[in-house]
């Protein structure tokens, strides 16, 4: 099998896996959202530890413990993955499932705005015309809603935030995980030391319950692995197509699964989206077919060419 086929193969595997998570995360009932987004840090510590343990590749912390702008990056990272983690549980334990993938069918476009006003990029026609008729659309979906959908908005800019940083930091993803979750073990620890001290915990109460609990490390490490495997083998513009696949399988869970309303007012709402999407995806495609065009006309013959 060749590398892109193979990168296709990851890709698919990790946003699979993240499409169908709220049917693992509705498993974790009764668990409240903290309690397992608590779990989720302090097992995704143990196993991506036993992992760099396996590949002999723990050597990696003594080099970034004399970065100390490296250091506060991580934390920054860490912060932002752990609103994003919890907000993600607390959408699909409260029955909102249709919201959260709102939040990663936008998260293209909060990307490019925040590149325009972090990074200070210019934009293209197209793509002012795509957060327009996404801006357009989160109107439309606070209409129906009667409030804003800050859930969805959450969980974009705080993924879109914590892949800018993730993007300066450069750290291989297995790594990056390890830092970030063990930046949280501590407070995951003590908040569950003190749910425990309550009475309140749901960890041993089953052993099912408690086994769930204890694979969310491996829950939420295989699909980042999958995806730094991906994005190590393909295009950008095939790996932006494929990450629509995960919303797409979310919406689907939330409606056929666990049949949330789809009124025609948010119906529309996502219609809108989805044109943005498809005028930004569009664009994209053709920008970099462009870039690709320009820089072989511009590469110098070959010695001995005529």
Avoid at 129 to 135: K, P, S
Avoid at 175 to 196: I, Q
Avoid at 233 to 241: A, D, E, I, K, V
Wanted: hydrophobic share 55%; glycine share 10%.
């Amino acid at each position: 099998m060749n590398q892109t086929r193979l990168g296709y193969l990851y890709g698919f595997g990790a946003y699979l896996l993240w499409g169908f998570f709220p049917i693992y995360l509705k498993l974790l009932r009764p668990a409240g959202p903290v309690e397992i987004l608590a779990h989720r840090i302090v097992w995704s510590v143990v196993f991506v530890a036993l992992l760099l343990a396996a590949m002999r590749n723990i050597g990696f912390l003594r080099a970034l413990a004399r970065r100390p702008r490296a250091l506060a990056a991580i934390t920054a990272a860490a912060a932002l993955i752990a609103v994003n983690w919890g907000t993600y549980i607390y959408g699909v334990n409260s029955d909102r499932v249709v919201e959260t993938a709102l939040g990663y069918f936008i998260n293209p476009l909060v990307v490019v705005l925040i590149g325009v006003f972090v990074l200070r990029e210019r934009l293209r026609p197209a793509q002012w015309a795509a957060l327009g008729v996404g801006g357009l659309a989160v109107a439309v979906l606070t209409v129906d809603y009667g409030r804003l959908p800050w859930l969805a908005l959450t969980l974009a800019f705080s993924f879109a935030g914590y892949g800018l940083v993730k993007k300066r930091l450069g750290l291989p993803a297995a790594e990056g995980l390890f830092v970030e979750s063990a930046v949280l073990a501590l407070p995951a620890l003590a908040y569950l030391g003190w749910l425990g001290r309550q009475g309140d915990a749901t960890f041993g109460h089953g052993s099912g319950h408690t086994v769930l609990l204890v694979l969310a490390g491996a829950a939420t490490a295989i699909p980042l692995l999958l995806f730094a495997g991906a994005a190590n083998r393909l295009p950008l513009t095939g790996l932006g197509m494929l990450q629509y696949l995960a919303p797409i399988l979310q919406l689907g869970c939330g409606v056929l699964v666990f049949h949330e309303p789809m009124p025609p007012a948010r119906l529309a709402g996502f219609a809108l989206v989805w044109v943005a999407l498809v005028v930004f995806t569009v664009d994209a495609v053709r920008h970099t077919r462009r870039t690709r065009a320009e820089a072989r006309a511009a590469a110098p013959a070959p010695a001995g060419a005529r």
